[in-house]
């Protein structure tokens, strides 16, 4: 299902707009750093989903730009059907800032979905969005236009959170292989959560509106199927979505944020991180979490977010910088939760002849460091074993270590942009990767020592609970 969230710069402490949430895939995550790449005339790139997805369809190929940009990702290995590695959200060099997240259809279109669909995936425009767009805007466009072009490959109904330093904007895709989708602005007064992605009522009756975007047969589609009368409003959650409009805890969340907007200090980083964190909407189906200040540095570089290899409860958020030459091997792909490595032997010499795949796609020398996925998970369920005891604990730490990081980030920023502004950019990036590789361990130590420190005490004090379903804290969805 996954989960954004978008606060506009007026309601922050800095006055900078933040773009932040999770993924909620199960599989394996790893933290990606794509460089900015040239690619020859007529290359193309493959997408949509095979016949084994929930609604089935075929692979094609449409065209690839000239050139990608570079940006920031966390992909995984497995979602139903849908060829790996898959992509929902990130950061590109431009300041476009991503979030995929799952928007019911109404059944009747899932039912209307072509059994030969082809087009874009959602993971596919998660992707290409981070690799093309200049501005949010520019996103809903380029959305657009490859559904027109190429069709859309539907799960039963997705959305997408696009933001920059100035504006956001909801996207929704409806099931049904008829083009469909909406789009709704959101401005610097906007508070919005996403879980699922929705857009209530759009002003179809004033087509002057800017802060509204669909293609031309959005409404009478609606008419022809006898969704719509053509009077009144028009609310494409109830026309096109699941009709239940904005679920609780989007509603409990926004809400929450709304409040601490209106404290005199206004809403912080530290009040960011909280809301992806906070367990009434964080536990085990989170595979990571993702905060991205919507900032406008000098260089590009310098553009950053904040990242955790699994849900935030179990990790802290550590800055992770444009500029790095690549990511630590303990938060690359590893075999822990990637689909299919069970039945895979790393060493080749091993693997079926005439079977490739009996080979793990993931090197001896990644798999043979420590996996920051395996090393949060089990803390994760170490701490929600006995969370009531534990929960306050390992929060309690990491928000010590945000804290720091916090101020140290910005004097690290401060001394690349010196080093950038005088032509030393080998150096600039020299100590943005050192940096952030150094924190990024630096975690994965906490990670470890807290975890020791827990099965200690769970052995001794509480003992390790058996039950088939793992307790965890209480959630409101």
Same mark, same amino acid.
């Given at each position: ?6 606060? *506009?710069?007026? /309601? ?179 508070? #919005? ?6 857009? *209530? ?19 009478? %589609? ?11 409003? %028009? ?24 409040? #601490? ?45 904040? /990242? ?23 938060? #690359? ?16 010499? /091993? ?113 390790? #609970? ?12």
């Amino acid at each position: 299902m996954s989960y954004g969230l978008y606060i *506009g710069r007026n /309601h922050t402490a800095d006055g900078i707009a933040y773009l932040a949430g999770y993924g909620d895939e199960p599989s394996s995550h790893w933290l990606e750093i794509v460089s900015r790449r040239h690619h020859e005339p007529g290359a193309v790139i493959s997408v949509g989903v095979t016949q084994q997805a929930d609604l089935p369809g075929r692979m094609s190929e449409i065209p690839q730009v000239v050139e990608t940009a570079r940006h920031i990702r966390v992909s995984y290995s497995h979602y139903r059907g849908v060829p790996a590695p898959l992509t929902n959200g990130g950061l590109n060099e431009h300041g476009v800032a991503v979030r995929d997240i799952w928007s019911p259809s109404r059944p009747e279109l899932v039912a209307m979905t072509p059994v030969d669909q082809s087009g874009p995936n959602y993971s596919d425009l998660a992707r290409i969005l981070l690799e093309r767009a200049r501005t949010a805007r520019d996103g809903v466009k380029i959305i657009a236009d490859l559904i027109a072009r190429h069709g859309y490959a539907d799960y039963g109904g997705n959305s997408h959170l696009i933001a920059d330093a100035e504006e956001a904007w909801v996207v929704i895709q409806f099931s049904g292989g008829k083009g469909l989708w909406v789009a709704e602005r959101l401005g610097p007064d906007a508070i #919005r959560a996403s879980r699922p992605g929705y857009i *209530g009522v759009v002003p179809v009756h004033d087509t002057g509106r800017a802060d509204f975007l669909y293609p031309a047969h959005f409404v009478s %589609f609606a008419r022809g199927q006898g969704w719509y009368d053509g009077e009144g409003p %028009f609310d494409a959650n109830a026309v096109y979505g699941d009709g239940r409009g904005r679920w609780a805890g989007v509603a409990w969340i926004e809400a929450e944020m709304a409040g #601490r907007a209106r404290r005199p200090d206004k809403i912080g980083l530290a009040d960011v991180i909280w809301a992806v964190r906070t367990s009434r909407l964080t536990g085990d189906t989170a595979g990571y979490g993702q905060v991205v200040p919507l900032a406008t540095p000098a260089h590009a570089e310098l553009r950053m977010l904040w /990242h955790t290899q699994v849900g935030a409860v179990a990790a802290p958020f550590v800055p992770v910088f444009m500029g790095v030459a690549g990511v630590p091997e303990e938060y #690359r792909a590893h075999r822990h939760l990637s689909a299919g490595e069970a039945a895979r032997f790393l060493d080749a010499r /091993h693997a079926d002849k005439g079977r490739p795949d009996t080979v793990s796609l993931i090197p001896q020398g990644i798999e043979s460091t420590r996996s920051a996925s395996a090393a949060g998970k089990r803390l994760l369920n170490l701490i929600f074993q006995h969370h009531e005891a534990f929960l306050p604990e390992a929060t309690a730490l990491w928000e010590a270590i945000e804290a720091e990081l916090s101020r140290s980030q910005a004097g690290i920023a401060r001394s690349a942009a010196i080093l950038l502004d005088a032509g030393e950019g080998e150096l600039a990036t020299e100590l943005l990767t050192y940096y952030s590789h150094a924190e990024l361990r630096r975690a994965l130590d906490s990670v470890e020592q807290l975890a020791q420190s827990l099965e200690l005490r769970t052995r001794y004090r509480h003992g390790f #609970r058996t039950d088939p379903v793992p307790l965890s804290p209480p959630q409101i969805w």
